[in-house]
């Protein structure tokens, strides 16, 4: 406490502080400003999908499933009509007409996708065939018309559930976005049509989807945050007046909350990070703990102030600022280091970005703290109120001082009975923690009195459910969808899919064929079946196409009749439930499916989910284990002894084990919005902990070792300013708890609960512990302020050290939870779009030993044509070579020879000509006809991977991989007996690569350079191979690189190569 | 030109080639001319008669190439060709010795209506054979080098209007119609490679004075035109051909006849349907490829006295059968077996029935390619009879290419390869290109 002020550096700094104020304050000011000028780029992002990292498998095949069928997240539109005829009354079936073309009128809708009873169609059978018609045509006008097309829906067994309810009291109107980038607006105006729609009585209308959600879930955050934030910095700001009957040290505190809150935000926009709906709780976390620095500095000034009432303003707050940089810059690390472990062990980018800039603003909060405020402190002329100085006295009736008081007397006269308590709190804590439930479904985050809650709940129980799977098969070639043997796989999948809970329907090509076999077969139920052969399936489709449009079928099935889509519908979006369905799936898959001629893969937005939510349990618990090993690292260096380091811990691990047991009790899930909790619990409640410890050891020294009377001096100073902290925290977090938005609320709650109880055991059980077991760092001689800076220094040093090394020791990147495989990392590079089609020039130069060049110039076209590739190129220059061209297809499967022509123009004709070996030159270049053919790409069916581990190439961060050919016969084929590859991490292409041959010398490097995009593709335009053996270089240069421009079919026939260019 | 001495000459070039390939050439890019482009050939052979070492030929050929794309589906393509020769060994066409112009090709290529076409003075290559023309009979060859020179170079190109219809991706048929009575060049007598052969030319009794008569050449554009057509596909991996032509074969009949003055000789060009096809596949490392063909009015020279004109017609079936193999790195080997049998064979034919030649080639690339070692053996097997063309070929750099090679005519002087063996000659060339 009576630190003296004396010549060290701390206290020159501090003393140059206080001698220019204004310049520190301007100066302060001044770098806020220009932080904040970032704020604006500040971008929102409420998509689900922002919660998966953009190259997760899931989500990339998600994207592919939604290119080939079209299928997204869409809205949906539900009339519902308990009345006597259902909705088959001519009032509601106009109704869904009416909506039908509103819905149709917007923007953003995809006409082509919207889908009702207005839109779909009958198909029954005539003397002539199939007779495929609009149920809507027209639309019915009476009841008898109602109640035929009632008839009509019944005999179709697809419909039942899907667009119309079974017991017919419901229908859906289902529409899909083009852009869902601006769902927000899209969901306004549909609400709009809503509001505006001609209802007879009994119709209810409403909206759900997560099309909706999404376009909701913007404005409902929005509006949350509007109101919290300013609710929470006022609640704050009364705490602090209240707490020091004074005005200057609430506005000191509120400039600190906007330097943290505001500058974190600006340096997120600089980033380029979203906003997403997590971000939300950030200004409030932020909020609160940005102004315990302030309370506790202030509540020392107004001590100091107290006993020495003359000293000059500026020596006081010089050493307050002396007594207290510890324990601020303490905390600060402490939290600091509470929230980097939720940034190393999420696995999700928003909660990644979350605890890294929480970290970010509890850094510039101290350091506000540090060097603004005691500037600020002599500007405002602090002085103690009188009120203040009576709540110090022992004794004192002010109900603060009689709380803290008795806490004080609780914790001298019965400490062992709260050391019990606490440690059987802490037993069913840990019981608990293992019966913890992870779940989280997305329309929970909406309160049950939001519209959109009420209408998926509606809708989820009169239809088949709001909630999505896709099961995308596919077959080994075109056409393969007709062979009965495949659509009997896919009715199969379906029933047994059907089967499992929560599944309440399925729609995919094989209902229409069953129904179009029916109706071509008298209409009897028993004829609702597959047609027999091949055959028969594709005259139905040609029938249906006779009477109908064939793009009817674009979601269910692709135009080779190659790839189909079976859509699940569950009836609920919680994790829980849903997992069952996705793992009964996926083993389903792989033992039916999953062979030569045909697989299937699990997509959709449940998938998705499923995906991101399984390993979040995981996750959390790892957050929790390293959040806590930092800090404790941090406090046994900060107090110089480990033991004192787990001391700290106590209160924290006390509150959050006192969590787990609430949320058991409360049935609170883990979910995406609580799993966070346990960081932040840590990073606040461990400053109650470092507080009490702090100045008890110094108390205890001061005294001379006597536990008892420091307990006596500690409670009426630190222990009331540890209380005003803790009200400020907890009020601050208590507003999350009116949050409408479910998870902060929740999240709100277990915080308010995890800092409470930190604060109470900081307050009793540490301590009680302390007295109890007089640990010896308690007495340990005090040190000089100077071995006390250079104590610090090290403790910084050594803190940064720890935090670098777990930032390198743990993986940190997005897959951290899934740690790449090598063969994850092939699947990867393979995955990289490389274009349906693409016409390059293509320059070789070719360069022997002795530097001499051969130039050749060459145009080259390439398309695929489903999985085959054709490629063709044409010879320029120079003119003995002019018009020579090479044709080649190539075929997916490795066993199956390409196909080669080449055009001479000496002989004037085509040369049909053998692939030969895949490890040939190619005319004359280092590059084999197998290099030129896999462009970049790997072959899995020859080599096995292996991952060596990362480097940086050229200021690219790469993983390294090794690859050996399976067997000698392969190796001897291809001419290598190992590569070396390194792949760019961000964009997966190889940026380098070396070869063996087979006796393992080195035979050839190849490094690519100008990687750019081209069109949204990345293309490499310089590749240089430089073979060793014959010292020969081949350098390929592609410009004029076009993905866009469409490739005519006949370019890739061997006419075309007769005539040329 | 043929003032300076040869071999200044081949320094003057050289230095030339080697100042103009120092010039960074892919600058100079096609591209700059936005409507097509402007290229070519120079070429300089010297060749050497084994024999006696006298110069067969001192060849410079000046090539150059022209396209202008005239709209976006349009293209006009001209090659030009001058030839000069210091030596008069060879000759030319018509009296001139040393020096030969020619519009080679002239044609329009055309994509019209969904056909494609080519209209002009061009060179169409029907077949799957290398060197030996069953199917490769639409154009005309000059043999003033007899069959010595690229196919390129001494085929004739012939104005012909050729249209390509795509009947889908893996069918295509084509029309040909060839108003164009030129027809094949032969060395001029007393030329290096003027035929002897009795196959070629008849026996004639001695003493009698022989006379040529005046050619009977058809004339009328259409009526004489020759016309033909070709389906061809990729079927189950195999590329076929059906082929058919009607056209006057390009070799003159000698009819002989014997009058009161002497005997009389008079090329005449007969007209026969050819019908034929072709096949090839690959397996592995091996290519397959065939052709047959089967023309129906073929004339044939016999020395049966009973015969009044000494010219019997037949209809000949010809096939060939072609092995490639790339199954070693950097090899290429090919063999052919070529049959021809005639159907109404009669007495005192100047050939067998049926006639039997076997080609074989070898080649081998080195240095990635910049240097061609070949060797290709043509041999009749009824007469043995053949000639081995060997040579390398060293792409110096980009545009220059050094050749060096060897021509060895062997057997009986009655063979059609026979004939030539004092011809036999080693050639040094060089071509530059730009």
């Known amino acids: ?1061 | 030109m043929y003032f300076l001495p040869r071999l200044s000459l081949i320094l003057l070039v050289t230095v030339i080639a080697l100042l103009l390939s120092s010039v960074s050439w892919a600058q100079f890019s096609l591209r700059d001319f936005s409507n097509g482009g402007f290229s070519g050939t120079v070429d300089q052979q010297w060749a050497l008669r084994t024999d006696d070492g006298a110069t067969q030929k001192f060849q410079t050929t000046f090539e150059p190439r022209m396209e202008v794309d005239i709209t976006d589906s349009t293209r006009l393509t001209a090659i030009a060709r001058v030839r000069a020769d210091t030596e008069s060994n060879l000759g030319f066409a018509g009296s001139r010795t040393h020096l030969d112009t020619e519009l080679r090709e002239f044609y329009l290529d055309a994509d019209w209506g969904g056909l494609y076409w080519r209209l002009g003075k061009q060179q169409i290559v029907w077949g799957q054979a290398d060197g030996l023309r069953i199917l490769d009979v639409i154009n005309p060859q000059e043999f003033r080098e007899f069959i010595l020179p690229k196919f390129e170079d001494s085929r004739i190109p012939l104005w012909i209007a050729n249209v390509e219809i795509p009947i889908s991706d893996d069918w295509t048929a084509q029309l040909l119609i060839i108003p164009d009575q030129t027809y094949a060049d032969l060395a001029r007598p007393g030329t290096s490679f003027s035929m002897r052969s009795p196959q070629v030319i008849p026996e004639m009794p001695s003493g009698l004075p022989v006379k040529f008569e005046q050619e009977k050449r058809p004339g009328r554009t259409f009526k004489d035109a020759d016309a033909g057509a070709r389906l061809s596909a990729f079927v189950g991996g195999w590329d076929v051909s059906l082929n058919y032509l009607y056209h006057y074969q390009d070799h003159a009949v000698l009819f002989r006849q014997v009058t009161e003055t002497g005997i009389e000789l008079t090329p005449s060009y007969e007209r026969t349907h050819l019908v034929g096809g072709s096949f090839s596949n690959v397996f592995g490392d091996t290519t397959f490829r065939s052709e047959v063909g089967y023309s129906s009015d073929r004339f044939f020279l016999t020395n049966d006295n009973a015969d009044n004109d000494g010219v019997f017609s037949t209809g000949e079936f010809s096939y060939v059968l072609g092995i490639d193999y790339q199954g070693w790195r950097d090899w290429f080997v090919s063999g052919q077996l070529f049959q021809s049998i005639l159907s109404d064979p009669t007495h005192d034919m100047t050939r067998d029935k049926s006639e039997t030649s076997a080609t074989f080639l070898l080649r081998r690339y080195f240095m990635n390619e910049s240097l061609k070692a070949e060797s290709l053996l043509i041999q009749n097997l009824n007469r043995s009879d053949g000639v081995l063309q060997t040579s390398m070929e060293y792409e110096w750099s980009t545009n220059i290419t050094l050749t060096l090679g060897a021509d060895i005519f062997f057997g009986s002087c009655a063979g059609l390869f026979g004939q030539f063996e004092e011809e036999s000659r080693i050639t040094f060339g060089t071509e530059f290109s730009f």
Not at chain 1, 316 to 333: A, N
Not at chain 1, 359 to 380: D, E, K, N
């Open chain 1, 1 to 1061: 406490m009576n630190t003296p002020v004396n010549d060290t550096g701390l206290s020159r700094f501090f003393q140059t502080l206080v001698n220019w104020p204004k310049t520190v304050v301007v100066l302060s000011l001044l770098v806020m400003g220009l932080t904040l000028s970032f704020l604006p780029g500040l971008t929102k992002d409420t998509r689900a999908d922002a919660f998966l990292a953009p190259d997760n498998p899931a989500l990339l095949y998600k994207e592919k499933v939604k290119e080939e069928f079209g299928l997204s997240d869409p809205f949906v539109i539900a009339l519902v009509n308990e009345g006597e005829e259902g909705i088959f009354n001519p009032e509601s079936l106009a109704l869904v007409n009416w909506i039908t073309n509103e819905v149709d009128l917007l923007t953003n809708i995809n006409s082509d996708r919207v889908v009702s009873l207005a839109t779909e169609k009958n198909i029954v059978g005539t003397e002539f065939g199939m007779d495929v018609d609009d149920f809507f045509d027209p639309v019915p006008s009476t009841q008898a018309e109602a109640d035929f097309l009632r008839q009509a829906i019944d005999d179709f067994p697809l419909y039942k559930g899907s667009i119309v309810a079974k017991d017919g009291n419901a229908t859906l109107v289902v529409a899909e976005m083009i852009d869902e980038s601006v769902a927000e607006e899209t969901y306004a105006e549909i609400l709009a049509i809503v509001d505006r729609a001609p209802l007879s009585p009994g119709d209810e209308l409403h909206v759900a989807g997560e099309g909706a959600v999404l376009g909701f879930l913007g404005s409902y955050i929005d509006a949350d945050a509007q109101r919290l934030n300013p609710l929470a910095g006022l609640i704050i700001t009364l705490i602090i007046i209240f707490a020091f009957r004074r005005l200057s040290p609430a506005l000191s505190g509120n400039i600190i909350i906007a330097a943290s809150v505001l500058m974190t935000l600006s340096v997120m926009a600089a980033s380029n990070v979203a906003f997403f709906v997590i971000t939300n709780a950030l200004p409030v976390i932020l909020i609160g703990i940005s102004v315990a620095d302030a309370i506790h500095i202030y509540s020392h000034y107004f001590d100091l102030q107290t006993e020495q009432p003359l000293k000059s303003r500026k020596d006081l707050v010089v050493e307050t600022m002396l007594d207290m940089w510890r324990p601020v810059t303490l905390t600060t690390l402490t939290t600091m280091a509470g929230f980097l472990g939720l940034y190393f062990a999420a696995y999700m980018p928003p909660f990644k970005y979350f605890g890294l800039f929480t970290a970010f603003g509890v850094f510039v909060a101290g350091v506000y703290s540090l060097i603004f405020l005691p500037a600020a402190m002599v500007l405002t002329k602090a002085q103690v109120s009188q009120h203040f100085i009576g709540q110090r006295e022992v004794g004192s009736s002010e109900l603060f001082a009689r709380a803290i008081g008795g806490l004080g007397y609780l914790t001298r006269n019965y400490s062992k009975t709260i050391i019990a308590f606490f440690a059987v709190s802490a037993i069913a804590g840990v019981y608990s923690a293992s019966h913890l439930v992870v779940d989280e479904n997305r329309i929970n985050t909406f309160d049950t009195s939001e519209s959109i809650y009420i209408a998926d709940k509606a809708i989820n129980a009169h239809l088949d459910g709001t909630n999505t799977l896709d099961i995308v098969i596919e077959t080994a070639q075109v056409e393969d969808l007709f062979l009965p043997v495949n659509l009997e796989k896919m009715q199969s999948l379906q029933i047994y899919a059907e089967s499992l809970p929560y599944v309440q329907g399925s729609t995919s090509i094989v209902d229409y064929l069953k129904q179009m076999n029916r109706a071509l077969n008298g209409g009897d139920i028993s004829e609702y079946k597959l047609p027999i052969s091949d055959a028969l399936t594709a005259q139905y489709f040609l029938l249906y196409s006779a009477s109908s449009d064939p793009t009817d079928f674009e979601e269910e099935i692709d135009y080779d009749y190659q790839k189909a889509n079976i859509r699940i519908n569950l009836n609920s979006g919680s994790y829980q439930h849903t997992k069952g369905v996705v793992e009964s799936l996926a083993a389903y898959i792989s033992d039916e499916f999953n062979t030569e001629s045909i697989n299937a893969t699990l997509s959709g937005r449940v998938n998705l989910n499923y995906h991101w939510i399984k390993d979040l349990g995981e996750s959390h618990f790892l957050g929790v284990s390293i959040a806590l090993f930092l800090v404790w690292v941090v406090s046994a260096l900060l107090f110089q002894s480990s033991l004192a380091g787990l001391f700290t811990l106590i209160p924290v691990l006390a509150s959050i084990l006192l969590v787990y047991s609430a949320m058991v009790v409360l049935g609170i899930n883990l979910g995406i919005g609580t799993s966070m909790f346990a960081s932040v619990a840590i990073g606040l409640g461990v400053d109650f902990s470092i507080h009490t410890l702090d100045r008890l050891r110094t108390l205890s020294r001061n005294t001379g070792s006597d536990i008892n009377s420091a307990l006596e001096r500690f409670y009426p100073s630190t222990g009331r300013a540890l209380l005003f902290n803790f009200l400020a925290i907890s009020c601050g977090f208590g507003v999350l708890m009116s949050s409408k938005v479910v998870p902060l609320n929740n999240f709100g709650t277990i915080v308010v609960l995890s800092v409470t109880t930190s604060f109470l055991a900081s307050m009793t059980l540490l301590p009680a512990m302390l007295k109890v077991f007089k640990p010896d760092f308690l007495s340990a001689k005090q040190q000089s302020a100077t071995t006390q800076g250079a104590g610090l220094a090290r403790v910084v040093t050594t803190v940064l050290a720890v935090v670098l090394g777990a930032y390198l020791l743990l993986p940190n990147s997005a897959q951290a939870a899934e740690s790449l495989s090598a063969d994850e990392i092939v699947e990867r590079i393979n995955n990289v779009d490389d274009g349906e089609h693409v016409t390059r020039r293509l320059v070789m130069n070719l360069t022997d030993r002795r530097g001499r060049e051969r130039i050749r110039e060459t145009f080259g076209y390439r398309k695929y044509f489903n999985e085959e590739k054709k490629s063709v190129l044409f010879y320029e220059s120079p003119s003995n070579v002019k018009g020579t061209a090479f044709l080649t297809w190539d075929y997916p499967d490795t066993k199956v020879d390409d196909d080669q022509w080449l055009y001479l123009p000496a002989i004037r004709r085509v040369r049909r000509i053998s692939a030969g070996d895949r490890g040939d030159y190619f005319l004359g270049t280092d590059f084999t006809f197998e290099d030129m053919k896999l462009e970049g790409r790997m072959e899995p069916a020859d080599y096995d991977y292996a991952l060596l581990g990362e480097e940086t190439i050229d200021g690219v961060a790469s993983y390294k991989l090794a690859s050996t050919p399976k067997n000698t016969e392969v190796a001897k084929e291809l001419g290598y007996g190992r590569t070396e590859f390194w792949v760019d991490k961000s964009n997966w292409v190889v940026i380098k690569a070396d070869y063996w041959d087979t006796k393992d010398v080195l035979l050839k490097s190849l490094v690519m350079s100008d990687i750019r995009k081209i069109d949204g593709i990345w293309t490499r335009h310089e590749l240089e191979l430089s073979n060793h053996k014959t010292g020969h270089r081949s350098q390929f240069i592609f410009s004029d690189v076009d993905y866009l421009s469409p490739i005519d079919d006949d370019v890739f026939t061997q006419r075309a190569i007769v005539r040329g260019l």
